[in-house]
Nanobody, 125 residues
Framework: QVQPVESGGGLVQAGGSLRLSCAVSGRPFSTYDMGWFRQAPGKDRDFVAYIRWSGSSTYYADSVKGRFTISRDNAKNTVYLQMNSLKPEDTAVYYC??????????????????WGQGTQVTVSS
């Protein structure tokens, strides 16, 4: 069983930064691709970013490209999401997700088998 646990959410002013962390327990972390999704009130859960098991490839939603950076430390079983230049529209619950390496369609939530409980990010204007 793989269990992601997010931390690092909070309240920040527009233009500020936050770093989310996701610690993963269970099977070898290095064999899993990792991703971040977010869900605003009344909206669907949207893809934010993912990183392949080796860290060699990363992908971002257009809405966060150039502002957010996903990274991972396989020695610490942790994936990070550095969020800069935050905007009020980034306000959402952010979820960490894991799936076995080699999966496809990683832009969709259906591709991910393991989810954290979520962490709230609120950006004030």
């Amino acid at each position: 069983q793989v269990q992601p646990v997010e931390s690092g959410g909070g309240l920040v002013q527009a233009g500020g930064s936050l770093r989310l962390s996701c610690a993963v327990s269970g099977r070898p972390f290095s064999t899993y691709d990792m991703g971040w999704f977010r869900q605003a009130p009344g909206k669907d859960r949207d893809f934010v970013a993912y990183i392949r098991w080796s860290g060699s490839s990363t992908y971002y939603a257009d809405s966060v490209k150039g502002r957010f950076t996903i990274s991972r430390d396989n020695a610490k079983n942790t994936v990070y999401l550095q969020m800069n230049s935050l905007k009020p529209e980034d306000t959402a619950v952010y979820y960490c997700a894991a799936t076995k390496s080699g999966s496809s369609r990683l832009f969709t939530s259906d591709a991910w088998g393991y989810w954290g409980q979520g962490t709230q990010v609120t950006v004030s204007s």
